[in-house]
């Protein structure tokens, strides 16, 4: 609650324009406090056990990752994906409290009593149009049209999960204080909740966030990442009916006005630095062509590298759209869909984890899973067939040198902003894909990310035992955390107390998808796996010399 406050007192005397980040170019702040502190012979011994822990659940893990991908639920929408996950939470001795934030499908998870408070989070939900039958390398979906896990986030939790039980078994047998907390990353592909839990207390007493999410090897990295925060924005505009042919002078179509906001954006772009990324879609468009569309939505997500950016991108947009208003006399209202801050990662539990990750290593691929990967490489025409990750990489830290050219955004960033936070990058995912299309869900539910999240899984609690053995390790993240992130900067959060949570989004996908994927739910009491459920013979890649053909 004292951060909560805090914040907003911030955002009052800033007026909300300030710049949060330090301007690009500067020098990283000065070294901080490490986190590599020695481990004890008990420390070795619980990590050891650990390991031993996440290996005999190795089934559970598979179970997991195969169940959610098979749920395939996008934002807002996992009703099966947390049901399903509560429920093993539950069986497995957490306590669930659910709807959290206001969110119907978000939950916290907890087990144990005292500090310090770890807590393990990752994203749960899917992307539209990626349905796809795992282990085929070519476009094949399981439903054409429906949604599917074209980005991975089916493997997250479930590592989380094999972890947190894994460490709850030496915590319970040793009698060690502290607080094990699992939370899902709700329509992380909208940004749509991170920030909004931040806001309602869900982090409360938490010392330390471990967020995980599935990439291409085994890695973490601290300080400022590249990509980019963002804002969602959807603007409505209201007009008049009218028969389109018979009276058409008598209409305001709103839909005119989406099409010059867009067209109003695509000429302003020229005009904005390198590191903007903005897209819209039209979310109505009008009902038919002979009505003048009285109603007519356009939703962008203006993304730039740092608060002030970011703002600025925002009011520009707004401008654009009353000028469309004015054009049109057309009435303009606007919403705030997602918000996610750009990131900021510590320096002490990165190095502690990157400690326990080459420990780890990377899992072993079998001849199977490399011809997977090479033939999917070969399928998407990439100019390197590289098969799957077999050297680690070192651990990620702020390049001052290098000017970030903007990319993607997730919402982990505001928890980054008011807690010590770090994402888990863990190897359940082919490398050279583009992202957010079928072509990530082909080994979501595959021997590789069955691989991936045991190996993650290891990492994930070998740190958790570091962050509940060494509270030195605990006060330098929050050293880091008070004296280099914060000391120059505020968070000011996109989100006002008031904005609520855009929990309608995706309805609609789901109520016409949904009872025809509900035909092909894994069921583990029948089926080894996934691919034995759906009889597909892994790897399935084409065989034709030309793999570009049939598109
Ligand atoms: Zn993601």
Same mark, same amino acid.
């Given at each position: 609650?004292?951060?909560?406050?805090?914040?907003?007192?911030?955002?009052?005397?800033?007026?909300?324009?300030?710049?949060?980040?330090? %301007?690009?170019?500067?020098?990283?702040?000065?070294? !901080?406090?490490?986190?590599?502190?020695?481990?004890? &012979?008990?420390?070795?011994?619980?990590?050891?056990?650990?390991?031993?822990?996440?290996?005999?659940? +190795?089934?559970?893990?598979?179970?997991?990752?195969?169940?959610?991908? *098979?749920?395939?639920?996008?934002?807002?929408?996992?009703?099966?994906?947390?049901?399903?996950?509560?429920?093993?939470?539950?069986?497995?001795?957490?306590?669930?409290?659910?709807?959290?934030?206001?969110?119907? =499908?978000?939950?916290?998870?907890?087990?144990?009593?005292?500090?310090?408070?770890?807590?393990?989070?990752?994203?749960?939900?899917?992307? &539209?149009?990626?349905?796809?039958?795992?282990?085929?390398?070519?476009?094949?979906?399981?439903?054409? /049209?429906?949604?599917?896990?074209?980005?991975?986030?089916?493997?997250?939790?479930?590592?989380?999960?094999?972890?947190?039980?894994?460490?709850?078994?030496?915590?319970?047998?040793?009698?060690?204080?502290?607080?094990?907390?699992?939370?899902?990353?709700?329509?992380?592909?909208?940004?749509?909740?991170? +920030?909004?839990?931040?806001?309602?207390?869900?982090?409360?007493?938490?010392?330390?966030?471990?967020?995980?999410?599935? /990439?291409?090897?085994?890695?973490?990295?601290?300080?400022?990442?590249?990509?980019?925060?963002?804002?969602?924005?959807?603007?409505?505009?209201?007009?008049?009916?009218?028969?389109? !042919?018979?009276? %058409?002078?008598?209409?305001?179509?709103?839909?005119?006005?989406?099409?010059?906001?867009?067209?109003?954006?695509?000429?302003?772009?020229?005009?904005?630095?390198?590191?903007?990324?903005?897209?819209?879609?039209?979310?109505?468009? /009008?009902?038919?062509?002979?009505?003048?569309?009285?109603?007519?939505?356009?939703?962008?997500?203006?993304?730039?590298?740092? #608060?002030?950016?970011?703002?600025?991108?925002?009011?520009? /947009?707004?401008?654009?759209?009353?000028? !469309?208003?004015?054009?049109?006399?057309?009435?303009?209202?606007?919403?705030?869909?997602?918000?996610?801050?750009?990131?900021?990662?510590?320096?002490?539990?990165?190095?502690?984890?990157?400690?326990?990750?080459?420990?780890?290593?990377? &899992? =072993?691929? *079998?001849?199977?899973?490399?011809?997977?990967?090479?033939?999917?490489?070969?399928?998407?025409?990439?100019?390197?067939?590289?098969?799957?990750?077999?050297?680690?990489?070192?651990?990620?830290? &702020?390049?001052?040198?290098?000017?970030?050219?903007?990319?993607?955004?997730?919402?982990?960033?505001?928890?980054?902003?008011?807690?010590?936070?770090?994402?888990?990058?863990?190897?359940?995912?082919?490398?050279?894909?583009?992202?957010?299309?079928? *072509?990530?869900?082909?080994?979501?539910?595959?021997?590789?990310?069955?691989?991936?999240?045991?190996?993650?899984?290891?990492?994930?609690?070998?740190?958790?035992?570091?962050?509940?053995?060494?509270?030195?390790?605990?006060?330098?993240?929050?050293?880091?955390?008070?004296?280099?992130?914060?000391?120059?900067?505020?968070?000011?959060?996109?989100?006002?107390?008031?904005?609520?949570?855009?929990?309608?989004?995706?309805?609609?996908?789901?109520?016409?998808?949904?009872?025809?994927?509900?035909?092909?739910?894994?069921?583990?009491?029948?089926?080894?796996?996934?691919?034995?459920?759906?009889?597909?013979? #892994?790897?399935?890649?084409?065989?034709?010399?030309?793999?570009?053909?049939?598109?």
């Amino acid at each position: 609650m004292k951060r909560v406050l805090a914040v907003a007192l911030v955002a009052m005397m800033s007026g909300a324009t300030m710049s949060a980040q330090r %301007p690009q170019g500067t020098a990283p702040p000065p070294a !901080a406090p490490t986190g590599v502190f020695a481990d004890t &012979p008990k420390l070795g011994d619980y990590k050891k056990d650990a390991t031993r822990g996440v290996d005999e659940m +190795a089934k559970l893990a598979q179970e997991m990752v195969d169940s959610v991908f *098979s749920f395939g639920e996008l934002g807002f929408q996992e009703v099966e994906t947390s049901r399903y996950l509560t429920g093993q939470l539950e069986k497995y001795g957490f306590t669930v409290q659910r709807g959290v934030a206001g969110i119907p =499908t978000a939950w916290v998870a907890k087990w144990g009593s005292g500090k310090p408070v770890i807590a393990l989070g990752s994203d749960i939900d899917g992307i &539209p149009q990626a349905s796809q039958k795992p282990g085929v390398a070519y476009p094949d979906p399981i439903i054409a /049209g429906a949604p599917g896990h074209g980005e991975g986030h089916n493997t997250g939790m479930p590592l989380n999960i094999i972890a947190a039980i894994a460490v709850k078994r030496i915590m319970e047998r040793d009698k060690l204080p502290g607080t094990i907390m699992l939370w899902p990353g709700v329509a992380e592909e909208q940004l749509a909740t991170k +920030a909004w839990y931040v806001r309602d207390g869900v982090f409360k007493d938490v010392d330390v966030v471990l967020f995980t999410h599935v /990439g291409n090897n085994l890695g973490v990295s601290w300080g400022e990442g590249g990509g980019n925060g963002m804002v969602s924005v959807e603007y409505t505009f209201e007009g008049e009916t009218a028969h389109s !042919a018979g009276a %058409p002078w008598r209409g305001r179509s709103a839909l005119d006005a989406v099409e010059l906001m867009s067209i109003g954006w695509q000429y302003r772009r020229e005009h904005l630095r390198l590191s903007q990324r903005a897209h819209s879609v039209i979310t109505n468009g /009008g009902d038919q062509p002979n009505v003048v569309p009285r109603n007519a939505g356009i939703w962008f997500y203006f993304r730039e590298t740092d #608060y002030a950016n970011i703002k600025n991108m925002w009011d520009i /947009g707004n401008k654009m759209a009353e000028g !469309a208003a004015l054009m049109t006399n057309t009435k303009m209202t606007s919403r705030i869909l997602g918000a996610a801050y750009p990131q900021h990662m510590n320096k002490a539990v990165a190095e502690a984890m990157y400690e326990n990750i080459k420990t780890v290593g990377l &899992p =072993t691929w *079998s001849e199977e899973d490399q011809a997977l990967a090479k033939g999917l490489q070969k399928e998407l025409g990439n100019p390197r067939i590289e098969g799957l990750a077999l050297k680690l990489g070192n651990l990620g830290a &702020p390049n001052p040198e290098r000017e970030n050219t903007g990319g993607g955004s997730d919402d982990i960033g505001d928890v980054s902003w008011n807690y010590p936070t770090v994402t888990l990058r863990f190897p359940s995912n082919i490398p050279g894909l583009p992202g957010h299309n079928w *072509s990530s869900a082909i080994a979501s539910a595959t021997p590789i990310a069955h691989k991936g999240v045991v190996a993650g899984a290891k990492v994930q609690a070998m740190t958790v035992l570091d962050l509940l053995t060494k509270p030195e390790l605990v006060k330098a993240a929050w050293d880091y955390y008070n004296n280099v992130q914060m000391k120059d900067v505020k968070y000011v959060p996109f989100i006002t107390k008031d904005t609520p949570p855009a929990i309608h989004l995706n309805k609609t996908i789901l109520d016409k998808y949904r009872e025809e994927m509900k035909k092909y739910y894994y069921d583990p009491t029948k089926h080894k796996t996934y691919l034995d459920q759906l009889g597909i013979k #892994y790897p399935t890649v084409r065989t034709t010399s030309s793999p570009q053909q049939e598109k």
